[in-house]
């Protein structure tokens, strides 16, 4: 005979308001190990989807996602040539803010070369950019519908096609152009520095007699040189070994090559390492809340029964069917909770305001750990009541 | 053979300005088959010589013996108390404490299964029982939703349940009305008779003293009297002065 299983179905319905409580708190533990892992997925999402082997940057750096990178956007041109390479193409990346009316959005942009590497791998609405200005593919989760115009600077956009899954390490989401709209973006200088950078050459140039015959006219564009791109991507041959063509580009190019890997590994382990040791501080934080709360619970049940137990013990019941009865119904209430709270993180994580990713091993690790707490946490109990005093059954005085 | 002895029970409470001495050098014995009530004022000593007689609470020097085996003695207790309750003593609690989450039927069973009977023959043992107690009706019901009587009914029929040698009623009445509470006792003497256990019932209601076998008279803490009834069928008793 259960006795666990009939003292649940006879005080069924505070059982489960209490396991839907409990659920609820797990649903929150669930919603943060979510949370987490869409930080991992969210931030490594842009490396992915750019489809790259390599990486090439500046060198000394760690790329564009670390800090500033800034190379010639025709290295890709050398790159190609080298053993092992099937495709290069320069990519520019940039953090920005544009309104469209009053509302703000915030955005990574990315240039890249039309028909290269670098583009939305899939336009789920609309169509890709196919000409060479002023045309944008647009993460869905923007919110922005086809044809809208926005104006980033001087120049006027119109989205042409909608893409999804791809946002920045900061859960901003994409938005592609072409890569000389990109680069006017990001590098032409405002008229007052040029007119300023144009001044200082001149003056450099009247200032070296050996330069006295160069025209400032002939050398003014270099003061407004937007040819930059912030990394090529390289996609190698079928065959071809990453490590190999990484030594080569490094040794005669004179770059920092990153393997798709490294590139990972810097997003994960430099970039969005706060926000993942915060939301695993918050996931132990909550763990913990979850533990005392257990705990409290069923020792609160264990003391509603107190009587009962010692009546168990004048009847002859041995403390192994006391201990049992708490501990049973300690594991029916995590059981139960954490099924509910499955269920509830099941139906509300698409509707989280960042990427929430429900991972099938977390959750199962998180079943281990609610059955570990629950058993933990009914030692309380049961250690109340193996003290409880049978006396405590009977009634009268001496 | 009695069926139970107690010899030379001690119990103290408290130290020091608090020490109350609960039993005193107290002896009781009881046959099987013979109905005993235990009487006296609140405090006299009745509900503890229960519990060291049950081993709940077991006494601080004497003996007890059941079946001429000692059980306890010096303070010590020589058996595995709780299986000895479960498979030879009856239990019987002045509010009941039937357990709230169990059936009248699981709640009977219940004591055949803590000892290792399995489910289906614990219950239908249970099933005959509440039959010839008139409970069968209230087999699936739960104890908060039957009556005063019903539930110590209930309560007698799980005491008994094991074929006990010994049954411990603590005031099983006191809840009850007269009629209802002398229809418990009735069941008792009869259950008691039919199994050839030694009843102890504490009572402190003279109208329930009707077919005891023997009187034990109890005041701070010792037996103050004993005495065995005339005629036990009779509503009269006479009490014998030791």
Same mark, same amino acid.
């Given at each position: 005979m259960n006795l666990a299983l009939r003292d649940v179905r006879y005080r069924l319905g505070r059982f489960l308001l209490t396991a839907l409580g409990l659920g609820l708190l797990l649903t929150t533990v669930m919603a943060m190990g979510g949370v987490y892992q869409g930080l991992v997925v969210e931030a490594l999402s842009i490396v992915r989807a750019a489809g790259a082997d390599l990486w090439v940057v500046q060198k000394d750096t760690n790329g564009p996602f670390a800090e500033t990178s800034r190379i010639p956007d025709d290295l890709y041109r050398t790159i190609r040539a080298v053993p092992g390479v099937q495709e290069a193409s320069p990519v520019a990346f940039q953090s920005l803010q544009f309104k469209v009316g009053p509302k703000p959005f915030r955005v990574q942009l990315i240039g890249y070369r039309l028909g290269g590497l670098g583009g939305p791998q899939a336009v789920v609405a609309g169509r890709p950019i196919v000409r060479g200005r002023y045309e944008m593919v647009v993460g869905r989760e923007a919110g922005l519908p086809l044809g809208t115009e926005i104006r980033i600077r001087r120049l006027v956009f119109r989205i042409v096609g909608l893409t999804e899954g791809i946002v920045s390490s900061a859960g901003d989401p994409v938005a592609f152009v072409s890569l000389l709209d990109a680069q006017e973006i990001q590098f032409s200088k405002a008229n007052e520095a040029v007119r300023n950078d144009r001044a200082r050459l001149q003056a450099d140039l009247r200032a070296d007699p050996g330069l006295a015959t160069v025209s400032p006219e002939a050398v003014a564009p270099i003061v407004q040189n937007t040819h930059l791109a912030n990394a090529v991507l390289v996609r190698l041959e079928p065959g071809a070994h990453p490590e190999t063509v990484r030594a080569h580009i490094e040794r005669w190019k004179y770059y920092r090559v990153l393997t798709a890997a490294q590139q990972e590994d810097v997003l994960g382990k430099s970039v969005i390492e706060r926000g993942r040791q915060q939301t695993l501080l918050m996931r132990a934080i909550l763990l913990i809340v979850s533990i005392v709360i257990i705990a409290l619970i069923i020792y609160t049940m264990t003391l509603e029964k107190i009587r009962d137990i010692a009546t168990l013990k004048v009847v002859g019941a041995p403390d192994r069917t006391i201990a049992a009865l708490i501990l049973q119904e300690a594991l029916a209430l995590g059981v139960v909770g954490f099924i509910l709270g499955a269920v509830l993180i099941g139906r509300t994580y698409q509707y989280f305001p960042r990427r929430t990713v429900i991972v099938a091993f977390d959750q199962w690790v998180l079943l281990g750990i609610v059955v570990v707490i629950c058993v933990v946490a009914s030692l309380l109990g049961i250690s109340k009541a193996l003290r409880v005093d049978p006396t405590t059954a009977l009634g009268g005085g001496a | 053979m009695p069926a139970i002895v107690g010899e030379h029970l001690t119990k103290i409470f408290g130290r020091g300005e608090t020490e109350v001495i609960a039993l005193d050098d107290v002896s009781i014995g009881v046959e099987g088959g013979e109905l005993v009530a235990l009487m006296g004022p609140s405090g006299s000593g009745k509900t503890t010589l229960l519990r060291a007689l049950s081993l709940i609470d077991p006494p601080a020097s004497g003996r007890v013996m059941m079946d001429g085996a000692t059980i306890c003695e010096a303070g010590r207790v020589l058996v595995d108390d709780r299986r000895l309750r479960r498979r030879r003593m009856g239990i019987i609690f002045q509010s009941y404490n039937l357990i709230p989450f169990l059936t009248a039927l699981e709640n009977v069973a219940l004591i055949l299964t803590l000892d290792g009977v399995p489910a289906r023959e614990a219950l239908r043992r249970a099933r005959g029982l509440l039959e010839r107690l008139d409970l069968a009706h209230r087999a699936d019901q739960h104890p908060a939703t039957l009556s005063g009587g019903e539930q110590q009914r209930l309560a007698v029929a799980r005491a008994v349940i094991n074929d006990p040698k010994v049954i411990l009623a603590d005031?099983?009445? #006191? #809840?009850?009305d007269t009629e209802r509470g002398q229809a418990v006792m009735e069941l008792l003497r009869r259950l008691g008779r039919e199994g050839n256990a030694g009843v102890i019932v504490v009572t402190h209601d003279e109208r329930m003293l009707t077919g005891f076998d023997r009187v034990y008279r109890m005041l701070d803490g010792r037996i103050a009297s004993s005495g065995r009834t005339a005629q036990p069928s009779e509503e009269r008793y006479e009490i014998a002065h030791e």
């Amino acid at each position: 005979m259960n006795l666990a299983l009939r003292d649940v179905r006879y005080r069924l319905g505070r059982f489960l308001l209490t396991a839907l409580g409990l659920g609820l708190l797990l649903t929150t533990v669930m919603a943060m190990g979510g949370v987490y892992q869409g930080l991992v997925v969210e931030a490594l999402s842009i490396v992915r989807a750019a489809g790259a082997d390599l990486w090439v940057v500046q060198k000394d750096t760690n790329g564009p996602f670390a800090e500033t990178s800034r190379i010639p956007d025709d290295l890709y041109r050398t790159i190609r040539a080298v053993p092992g390479v099937q495709e290069a193409s320069p990519v520019a990346f940039q953090s920005l803010q544009f309104k469209v009316g009053p509302k703000p959005f915030r955005v990574q942009l990315i240039g890249y070369r039309l028909g290269g590497l670098g583009g939305p791998q899939a336009v789920v609405a609309g169509r890709p950019i196919v000409r060479g200005r002023y045309e944008m593919v647009v993460g869905r989760e923007a919110g922005l519908p086809l044809g809208t115009e926005i104006r980033i600077r001087r120049l006027v956009f119109r989205i042409v096609g909608l893409t999804e899954g791809i946002v920045s390490s900061a859960g901003d989401p994409v938005a592609f152009v072409s890569l000389l709209d990109a680069q006017e973006i990001q590098f032409s200088k405002a008229n007052e520095a040029v007119r300023n950078d144009r001044a200082r050459l001149q003056a450099d140039l009247r200032a070296d007699p050996g330069l006295a015959t160069v025209s400032p006219e002939a050398v003014a564009p270099i003061v407004q040189n937007t040819h930059l791109a912030n990394a090529v991507l390289v996609r190698l041959e079928p065959g071809a070994h990453p490590e190999t063509v990484r030594a080569h580009i490094e040794r005669w190019k004179y770059y920092r090559v990153l393997t798709a890997a490294q590139q990972e590994d810097v997003l994960g382990k430099s970039v969005i390492e706060r926000g993942r040791q915060q939301t695993l501080l918050m996931r132990a934080i909550l763990l913990i809340v979850s533990i005392v709360i257990i705990a409290l619970i069923i020792y609160t049940m264990t003391l509603e029964k107190i009587r009962d137990i010692a009546t168990l013990k004048v009847v002859g019941a041995p403390d192994r069917t006391i201990a049992a009865l708490i501990l049973q119904e300690a594991l029916a209430l995590g059981v139960v909770g954490f099924i509910l709270g499955a269920v509830l993180i099941g139906r509300t994580y698409q509707y989280f305001p960042r990427r929430t990713v429900i991972v099938a091993f977390d959750q199962w690790v998180l079943l281990g750990i609610v059955v570990v707490i629950c058993v933990v946490a009914s030692l309380l109990g049961i250690s109340k009541a193996l003290r409880v005093d049978p006396t405590t059954a009977l009634g009268g005085g001496a | 053979m009695p069926a139970i002895v107690g010899e030379h029970l001690t119990k103290i409470f408290g130290r020091g300005e608090t020490e109350v001495i609960a039993l005193d050098d107290v002896s009781i014995g009881v046959e099987g088959g013979e109905l005993v009530a235990l009487m006296g004022p609140s405090g006299s000593g009745k509900t503890t010589l229960l519990r060291a007689l049950s081993l709940i609470d077991p006494p601080a020097s004497g003996r007890v013996m059941m079946d001429g085996a000692t059980i306890c003695e010096a303070g010590r207790v020589l058996v595995d108390d709780r299986r000895l309750r479960r498979r030879r003593m009856g239990i019987i609690f002045q509010s009941y404490n039937l357990i709230p989450f169990l059936t009248a039927l699981e709640n009977v069973a219940l004591i055949l299964t803590l000892d290792g009977v399995p489910a289906r023959e614990a219950l239908r043992r249970a099933r005959g029982l509440l039959e010839r107690l008139d409970l069968a009706h209230r087999a699936d019901q739960h104890p908060a939703t039957l009556s005063g009587g019903e539930q110590q009914r209930l309560a007698v029929a799980r005491a008994v349940i094991n074929d006990p040698k010994v049954i411990l009623a603590d005031e099983p009445t #006191a #809840a009850l009305d007269t009629e209802r509470g002398q229809a418990v006792m009735e069941l008792l003497r009869r259950l008691g008779r039919e199994g050839n256990a030694g009843v102890i019932v504490v009572t402190h209601d003279e109208r329930m003293l009707t077919g005891f076998d023997r009187v034990y008279r109890m005041l701070d803490g010792r037996i103050a009297s004993s005495g065995r009834t005339a005629q036990p069928s009779e509503e009269r008793y006479e009490i014998a002065h030791e």
